[in-house]
């Protein structure tokens, strides 16, 4: 079955950067839209980035500018590199995997801190 793997999150300094990985396994990597979302304590999970097979990228506006998501399809793995990072940045990021039903990685905690 699909399988997604995050790693790269931990604690960083406001304004440091963090690069994200996910890798996939048991799925045709090359033909799926690939993304990123995150949740907060108390927050709806939301949308951070999204990366169709075409490679056309769909960002939410508190993150454009400072958030760049990539795939490397020979290593059927997504990327979400988050610089200038914020205290509001701080969640569990899921890789996510666009599909019918859809798949969800298990998190990944980045923590914005001085």
């Known amino acids: 079955q699909v399988q997604l793997v995050e790693s790269g999150g931990g604690l960083v300094q406001p304004g440091g950067s963090l690069r994200l990985s996910c890798a996939a396994s048991?799925?045709?990597?090359?033909?799926?839209?690939m993304g990123w979302y995150r949740q907060a304590p108390g927050k709806q999970r939301e949308l951070v980035a999204t990366?169709?097979?075409?490679?056309?990228?769909n960002y939410a506006d508190s993150i454009k500018g400072r958030f760049i998501i990539s795939r490397d399809n020979a290593k059927n793995t997504v990327y979400l590199q988050m610089n200038s990072l914020k205290p509001g940045d701080a969640a569990v990021y899921y890789c996510?995997?666009?599909?019918?039903?859809?798949?969800w990685g298990q998190g990944t905690q980045v923590t914005v801190s001085s």
């Open positions: 996510y995997a666009g599909g019918s039903p859809p798949t």
């Open positions: 048991g799925m045709i990597f090359i033909i799926y839209t």
């Open positions: 990366i169709s097979s075409g490679r056309f990228t």
